[in-house]
């Protein structure tokens, strides 16, 4: 079966909020409007992202994209009031939190939920978030997943009913058991830590790895770290990340995914990619012309959007380099250089029959919606694909359980 | 007329709503954290405040203020936080702190309100635009950085969570802790009537905007002792009985409105 989760980032340029129906996304009757639609779905999961520093663009707050949150764990307390099967997973750092503090309120989530509390867990070394915190920049980047496994170690402990002490370079912690919980843990973390880490603990890997191929590879790669751990080879549900798009032809499916990569590659927002590269003020240039035709400034890339992938933060004078022997616009060079690997894009049947294939050789066990159009994406998924999905039998037709835990079939 | 609240303790919350409270309050000491338990009963609740009590020692504060604010938009306004600064060894220990002196527990608390109360009003009311033409969703010149250095931290900001529904959360703690004149409302736990009505000019001097008597014992609540002494009462009932005994004795109450602050006129 597979398992369907939406992934609520709530930042970024995915949301597309020129649309006229745009729900305001921070409104707490939009959360619940999603909630409800997932849960008529059979979703196993609504999944909120967190980010602890509003994104800058040359220290100026980023004003282009959606920004603006709510704490998740109180937005998914909220939300479990009004709901009664959808999972609720809560993205939380564990650089910048008190184990014993996080381990209290995400047990208390699975309490009020009735067993259906997430726990994302995500790791930061940024010392420009850490501005937000009693200690910025504490962690060396070295020893982050250090810092987090400990930290996941306690809560499991704390959760199980025993007092847990320990105190070393990353974790000082003298505390008494929370409430019985236990919340399912996700793990998004793509470096070999990241991935030790989820064959260590998580129940759920939110992956990057959405290709075919690369999903396939990241299967092996996660299930032979399970078995140096002693855990099986089914212990870990694989939820990687995708976008969906959806049309009543290939025809009508291939020119909404054009229309949605250039409405969230909007000439500001190349010229703002590119500026972090540049480091200098290019809003005088024209999205659709030429490069700019001065040299970046010397130094490092701005750490403060968060939003460039790690594999773009290198390499700077080469990358410039490569980007102008292309010869396209401002807008059209970043639509080339940042593709995406995880939409899916077609009828709600070619869909269906793409993800027959990732079903039966367990690259995957379902996926993480991204959504791009809100309301849309999500109505779309389950009117259209989960019937599709259900036709196949690789779908639910009703939950058979009320837990998260049983929603995603672990022990 | 007197407001009223109540520490809700094991009470049914729709029954204290039906009873016309204005707010209750929801002491950290339960197996469920008072934040989350206080965000899931908004979604329960269509009136009553919502006042979790949150500790400043023991927490970060930017993420304590950002539990508040998207509590006061997950209940649309009803939003309260009791200011708790527990101050024990057994606490710190779970974070790894140390205890703090007198002046600096009180200096604490003073530094996580003011950070708090900067972080609510961090984002102006009007900063989401969405203006199409021009292709920004915010005014970046109206979410600030707030740029707070206090005691023992200091926090850049903006909050990540936009501006809540009330503004700023209606802040509620003793008059013991020595921060009275930051607090919306002051909470006095006297022994007498007499010590009572000294301690409430006191606050009211020192700058609270409302004062509530906290009166632990149900049967020893007398409101018409209580009016032009104090705005408002606390109660602390441990059952229904005791409830609808304080109901009996309260008679009428004021008016509950869409928002806390509106309901405390605050």
Do not use: C
């Amino acid at each position: 079966m597979l398992h369907l989760g939406l992934f609520f980032t709530g930042v970024g340029p995915q949301l597309i909020w020129t649309a006229p129906n745009f729900a305001p996304h921070t409104h707490i009757d939009t959360f619940v409007a999603t909630a409800r639609t997932l849960e008529r779905g059979l979703f196993d999961a609504f999944f909120l992202g967190e980010g602890l520093r509003v994104r800058e663009n040359r220290g100026r707050v980023y004003d282009l994209d959606v920004a603006g949150r709510p704490d998740a764990i109180t937005q998914l307390a909220a939300l479990a009031a009004e709901t009664t099967h959808l999972g609720l997973v809560a993205t939380q750092n564990t650089t910048y939190n008190y184990p014993a503090d996080l381990a209290r309120r995400l047990a208390s989530l699975d309490v009020v939920s009735g067993g259906r509390a997430g726990w994302n867990i995500v790791t930061t070394d940024n010392a420009w978030t850490g501005e937000n915190f009693r200690n910025g920049g504490w962690l060396p980047h070295s020893l982050r997943y250090s810092r987090a496994n400990e930290f996941v170690t306690a809560a499991k402990a704390l959760w199980s009913g025993s007092s847990y002490s320990l105190h070393n370079e990353v974790i000082d912690i003298d505390a008494p058991p929370t409430v019985a919980a236990r919340p399912m843990l996700f793990q998004a973390g793509d470096s070999p830590g990241g991935r030790d880490l989820a064959a260590r603990h998580a129940d759920v890997v939110f992956s990057a790895n959405t290709d075919y191929d690369k999903a396939v590879a990241y299967a092996a790669d996660l299930r032979a770290r399970l078995a140096g751990y002693g855990r099986s080879p089914d212990s870990v549900r694989i939820l990687p990340g995708a976008m969906v798009v959806l049309g009543d032809t290939p025809a009508a499916a291939a020119d909404k995914a054009e229309w949605i990569r250039r409405e969230q590659t909007t000439g500001s927002r190349a010229i703002a990619f590119l500026e972090q590269y540049w480091g200098k003020d290019l809003s005088g240039y024209d999205p659709d012309g030429p490069l700019p035709d001065i040299e970046p400034a010397e130094g490092e890339l701005d750490p403060s959007r968060g939003t460039i992938p790690i594999e773009f933060r290198t390499g700077k004078a080469e990358r410039i380099a490569a980007w102008r022997e292309l010869g396209l616009s401002i807008r059209d060079t970043v639509i080339q250089v940042t593709p995406q690997h995880n939409a899916f894009v077609g009828t709600p049947g070619q869909i269906a029959d793409e993800w027959t294939r990732y079903h039966d050789s367990h690259a995957v066990d379902g996926f993480n919606i991204l959504p791009q159009e809100l309301p849309g994406t999500i109505e779309d998924i389950v009117d259209k694909l989960v019937p599709e999905l259900q036709e196949r039998g690789l779908y639910r037709t009703a939950y058979t359980g009320t837990t998260l835990r049983e929603h995603l079939e672990l022990p | 007329m007197i407001h009223t609240a109540l520490e809700l303790g094991s009470l049914d919350v729709t029954a204290v709503e039906a009873a016309g409270f204005a707010f209750v309050t929801i002491a950290n000491d339960g197996p469920v954290e008072a934040g989350v338990l206080a965000a899931h009963l908004s979604r329960r609740t269509q009136r009553i405040g919502l006042a979790p009590e949150l500790h400043v020692t023991v927490t970060e504060p930017f993420h304590l203020a950002t539990q508040l604010a998207s509590l006061d938009h997950a209940s649309l306004g009803r939003a309260g936080w009791v200011v708790g600064a527990v101050n024990t060894v057994p606490a710190y220990a779970a974070v790894g702190g140390t205890l703090l002196a007198e002046a600096d527990l009180r200096r604490e608390v003073e530094d996580v309100i003011d950070v708090a109360r900067a972080l609510w009003t961090s984002w102006e009311p009007d900063a989401v635009i969405r203006d199409v033409e021009s292709g920004r969703f915010l005014d970046a010149d109206r979410v600030h950085h707030v740029n707070f250095v206090g005691a023992r931290f200091s926090v850049v900001g903006p909050l990540i969570t936009p501006r809540p529904p009330q503004g700023e959360v209606v802040v509620i703690g003793a008059d013991t802790l020595g921060v009275t004149s930051r607090l919306d409302v002051a909470l006095i736990d006297a022994p007498s009537l007499d010590e009572l009505s000294s301690r409430a000019a006191v606050a009211r001097e020192a700058g609270a905007s409302l004062v509530f008597a906290d009166v632990r014992d149900p049967g020893a609540l007398r409101p018409d002792e209580l009016e032009g002494v104090v705005d408002g009462v606390r109660l602390h009932p441990s059952s229904s009985d005791d409830l609808a005994a304080a109901v009996e004795a309260l008679g009428p109450l004021p008016p509950v409105a869409a928002t806390l602050r509106e309901t405390l006129g605050v």
